[in-house]
Structure formats: structure tokens, C-alpha cells
């Protein structure tokens, strides 16, 4: 259990949210021209490491806004939280 | 619209709290990321949208509550407003924002059922089961707040000190209320 600071309500308890998964996963600008194994790469393939990730998560109990956030999956710190569409604080 | 039929109808207290449902009053949601959108909402309700999170606006006759930078909820004062009154109310609503596309209205009276606690422990009932840290809440008067009691979205509203109205889904309001009174018999 840890809190989340949500962009929006602020300082809620990690049971209010949901997480959306790896952030920042661009969309093919033609799928019509990707074989089976790229598609499969887009649609399923995650990196799911261990250290420092940037995810989507979703305020599903509050202001159900989607949100990114950078955690670091080891330890559950998060480092950073910015609102979509906003470019990554890190790198 | 307004054909309500409540689960609950009861009035309960236990010691100091005093828990009880309120109905029928109208509750609508508003949507819009328009700039227009606060203006008309002043010019029907006498009241701006808050644009602050977790808080509320209000007069005598309404209360209009941040549920998100572009959500609100608005719910009457006055259980004895007529239904001709609410439902004139709606189509101004409706024609100056939605017919407008300047957002959306929907009224949403049958969807969430309110129920008024009062006393000084009606936070330590909340927080048998609430993840919600409620030490700002109770300070401020008209803050609001969307969360889960016993795993179920509630939104709350601080009334008075002491005093707050909780809105939950009509389908999941006979088990909170359930989970209320039983609680609230150990406070």
C-alpha cells in the first residue's frame, strides 16, 4: 500500500487508483502494414522491469482522470507524476 | 424521472450519530471543458462552479460539487420543492448547455441515493472502512471528496461541522447501509 498524489484531488491512498500499465506506447501510424509479430509487439509486448517505470494510472474511485506516473517497481517510490499529455520530467 | 423508489427509507440513530436518507430531491451531473459553460451555470443557479479541487459551491437552494476539472454534481436544498420546479429547473439546464453543445446535462436523481450523518463520531464511523484521510475534510466546510467506504464509490460533502451528506449508488446502497448500521452500533 502506498499514496498516490493525483494530479487532480491530491494525496489519496493507492486502493482509490488503478494502474493502466506502461505509458508512452505510440500507436503504429499504419497497422494495416504491420505483419502479425509487429502487431502482436505493439499490442502485447510490455518491458515490465525492475527499477524505474513510467506508467498510466487512473484516479478509478476519485476523478477518474488518467494520469502518468514514474514508480520505481522495486520499491514502490514514485519519483515523479505528471498529467497526460505532458512531456516525462526523466529520462 | 423522479419516479423514485428509495431502498432505504429509514431514519436510524445510535448514541450521538443520527443517520438518515434524504429523498426525493434532484441531483444532476454536469460535463463540459467550455469556457461558456460557468457563465450559464451562474445565470441559472445563482451559483459558479468551483473550479478548486475537492471543494464546493453553493446558496440556499443548491449545492454544486468538483467532481473533476470538467464534472460537477448538482443537488437541491429543499426536499419539498415541487416536481414542476425541478424539472423546470432541468430543461434550463438542458437547453442552455447541452442543446448548445456546451456540455453535458443528465439528471441522475434516481442514480444516487444521499444520506445525511450527523454527530461527533460520524468520522470515526467512516474511517472504520475508508482509506480516506479526513483531517482537512472536517476543517473545511463545503469540502468534498470521492472515495470508498467498505468498497464502495461514495462522493461526500461536508455539510456543518459534524455534519455530511454522502451520495452513493442506488445499487450499492442497501449494503452500505447495512455496513453503516451495523457499524455504527459499535461506535
Given at each position: 500500500?502506498?499514496?498516490i498524489?493525483?494530479?487532480?484531488?491530491?494525496?489519496?491512498d493507492?486502493?482509490?487508483?488503478?494502474?493502466?500499465?506502461e505509458?508512452?506506447?505510440?500507436?503504429?501510424?499504419?497497422?494495416?502494414?504491420?505483419?502479425?509479430?509487429q502487431?502482436?509487439?505493439?499490442?502485447?509486448?510490455?518491458?515490465?522491469?525492475?527499477?524505474?517505470?513510467?506508467?498510466?494510472?487512473?484516479?478509478?474511485?476519485?476523478?477518474?482522470?488518467?494520469f502518468?506516473?514514474?514508480?520505481?517497481?522495486?520499491?514502490?517510490?514514485i519519483?515523479?507524476?505528471?498529467?497526460?499529455?505532458?512531456?516525462?520530467p526523466?529520462? | 424521472?423522479?419516479?423514485?423508489?428509495?431502498?432505504?427509507?429509514?431514519k436510524?440513530?445510535?448514541?450521538?450519530?443520527?443517520?438518515?436518507?434524504?429523498e426525493?430531491?434532484?441531483?444532476?451531473?454536469?460535463?463540459?471543458?467550455?469556457?461558456e459553460?460557468?457563465?450559464?451555470?451562474?445565470?441559472?443557479?445563482?451559483?459558479?462552479?468551483?473550479t478548486?479541487?475537492?471543494?464546493?459551491?453553493?446558496?440556499?437552494?443548491?449545492?454544486?460539487?468538483?467532481?473533476?476539472?470538467?464534472?460537477?454534481?448538482?443537488y437541491?436544498?429543499?426536499?419539498?420543492?415541487?416536481?414542476?420546479?425541478?424539472?423546470?429547473?432541468?430543461?434550463?439546464?438542458?437547453?442552455?448547455?447541452?442543446k448548445l453543445?456546451?456540455?453535458?446535462?443528465?439528471?441522475?436523481?434516481?442514480?444516487?441515493?444521499?444520506i445525511?450523518?450527523?454527530?461527533?463520531?460520524?468520522?470515526?464511523?467512516?474511517s472504520?472502512?475508508?482509506?480516506?484521510?479526513?483531517?482537512?475534510?472536517?476543517?473545511?466546510?463545503?469540502?468534498?471528496?470521492?472515495?470508498?467506504?467498505?468498497?464502495?464509490?461514495v462522493?461526500?460533502?461536508?455539510?456543518?461541522?459534524?455534519?455530511?451528506?454522502?451520495?452513493?449508488?442506488?445499487?450499492f446502497s442497501?449494503?452500505?447501509?447495512?455496513?453503516?448500521?451495523?457499524?455504527?452500533?459499535?461506535?
Amino acid at each position: 500500500m502506498f499514496i498516490i498524489n493525483c494530479p487532480y484531488c491530491g494525496e489519496r491512498d493507492q486502493s482509490e487508483f488503478s494502474c493502466g500499465g506502461e505509458a508512452h506506447i505510440e500507436r503504429p501510424k499504419q497497422p494495416t502494414e504491420l505483419s502479425d509479430d509487429q502487431w502482436a509487439e505493439y499490442l502485447f509486448m510490455r518491458k515490465n522491469i525492475k527499477g524505474i517505470q513510467f506508467e498510466r494510472w487512473n484516479h478509478a474511485h476519485g476523478c477518474r482522470k488518467w494520469f502518468n506516473v514514474v514508480r520505481d517497481t522495486s520499491n514502490d517510490k514514485i519519483h515523479a507524476i505528471y498529467k497526460m499529455g505532458e512531456r516525462p520530467p526523466l529520462k | 424521472m423522479l419516479n423514485f423508489n428509495s431502498t432505504i427509507k429509514q431514519k436510524k440513530t445510535y448514541g450521538d450519530i443520527k443517520i438518515e436518507e434524504i429523498e426525493p430531491i434532484i441531483k444532476i451531473n454536469l460535463r463540459s471543458k467550455k469556457r461558456e459553460f460557468s457563465k450559464k451555470i451562474g445565470k441559472i443557479l445563482s451559483i459558479l462552479p468551483p473550479t478548486e479541487a475537492n471543494t464546493s459551491s453553493g446558496n440556499e437552494g443548491y449545492n454544486l460539487l468538483w467532481l473533476s476539472p470538467d464534472e460537477w454534481l448538482v443537488y437541491s436544498n429543499n426536499k419539498n420543492q415541487s416536481l414542476k420546479e425541478q424539472i423546470d429547473m432541468e430543461d434550463k439546464l438542458f437547453d442552455e448547455i447541452s442543446k448548445l453543445n456546451q456540455g453535458a446535462v443528465t439528471n441522475v436523481s434516481d442514480h444516487w441515493i444521499m444520506i445525511n450523518f450527523k454527530g461527533n463520531k460520524i468520522y470515526d464511523l467512516l474511517s472504520k472502512s475508508c482509506p480516506f484521510n479526513f483531517n482537512e475534510f472536517k476543517r473545511k466546510k463545503g469540502s468534498v471528496a470521492q472515495t470508498l467506504v467498505n468498497h464502495v464509490d461514495v462522493i461526500l460533502h461536508n455539510r456543518d461541522n459534524n455534519e455530511l451528506n454522502l451520495f452513493v449508488r442506488r445499487s450499492f446502497s442497501e449494503d452500505l447501509w447495512l455496513w453503516i448500521n451495523d457499524s455504527a452500533r459499535f461506535m
